[in-house]
């Protein structure tokens, strides 16, 4: 489950790799999503105390929460060497790039970045070209030049 991709090599894209993929990212994308909130209530308690403090000039940090922990949590998990977050792990998912290079915490949170931006500008329908798409490859995975496979084959 906690596989490492060995970066000397291309990652092989077949359909063995590449069957069920979709689902497996949609519970992934809901773990995570878990996941975020679980650390948010934290940092949470932090900004009510700061809040208090600063006589609530430091509750506009709650504006900047989500978004800050969100992409810390995908460029250090899809980031480091599994190249996956946890949900992805749970579901034995990677993201794997097409040249074969190492996905880096930028690339991590560009990809999270376009996902988010390309469903809130063009609606969850973008998410309508993994069905018309070779390799099941969303519309920022088609940017990046990056493929979601599955580990456990």
Same mark, same amino acid.
């Given at each position: 489950?906690?596989?490492?991709?060995?970066?000397?090599?291309? $990652? @092989? =894209?077949?359909?063995?790799?590449?069957?069920?993929?979709? &689902?497996?990212?949609?519970?992934?994308?809901? =773990?995570?999503?878990?996941?975020?909130?679980?650390?948010?209530? @934290? $940092?949470?308690?932090?900004?009510?105390?700061?809040?208090? =403090?600063?006589?609530?000039?430091?509750?506009?940090?709650?504006?900047?929460?989500? *978004?800050?922990?969100?992409?810390?949590?995908? %460029?250090?998990?899809?980031?480091? *060497?599994?190249?996956?977050?946890? %949900?992805?792990?749970?579901?034995?998912?990677?993201?794997?790039?097409?040249?074969?290079?190492?996905?880096?915490?930028? &690339?991590? =949170?560009? /990809?999270?970045?376009?996902?988010?931006? %390309?469903?809130?500008?063009?609606? @969850? #329908?973008?998410?309508?070209?993994? #069905?018309?798409?070779?390799?099941?490859? &969303?519309? /920022?995975?088609?940017?990046?030049?990056?493929?979601?496979?599955?580990?456990?084959?």
């Amino acid at each position: 489950m906690n596989q490492t991709i060995d970066q000397n090599t291309l $990652v @092989p =894209i077949n359909a063995a790799n590449l069957e069920g993929v979709l &689902t497996r990212r949609v519970f992934a994308f809901l =773990i995570d999503a878990v996941i975020v909130f679980l650390l948010c209530i @934290p $940092v949470a308690i932090v900004i009510f105390m700061l809040g208090v =403090i600063t006589l609530g000039l430091g509750w506009l940090l709650y504006a900047l929460m989500f *978004p800050v922990i969100a992409i810390s949590y995908v %460029g250090f998990t899809m980031g480091g *060497p599994a190249q996956a977050t946890i %949900g992805m792990r749970v579901n034995n998912i990677f993201l794997a790039r097409l040249d074969g290079g190492k996905i880096d915490q930028i &690339t991590a =949170i560009v /990809h999270s970045l376009l996902f988010w931006v %390309g469903s809130a500008v063009l609606t @969850p #329908l973008v998410l309508l070209v993994t #069905l018309f798409s070779d390799r099941k490859r &969303t519309l /920022h995975d088609l940017l990046l030049g990056t493929v979601v496979l599955r580990s456990d084959v």
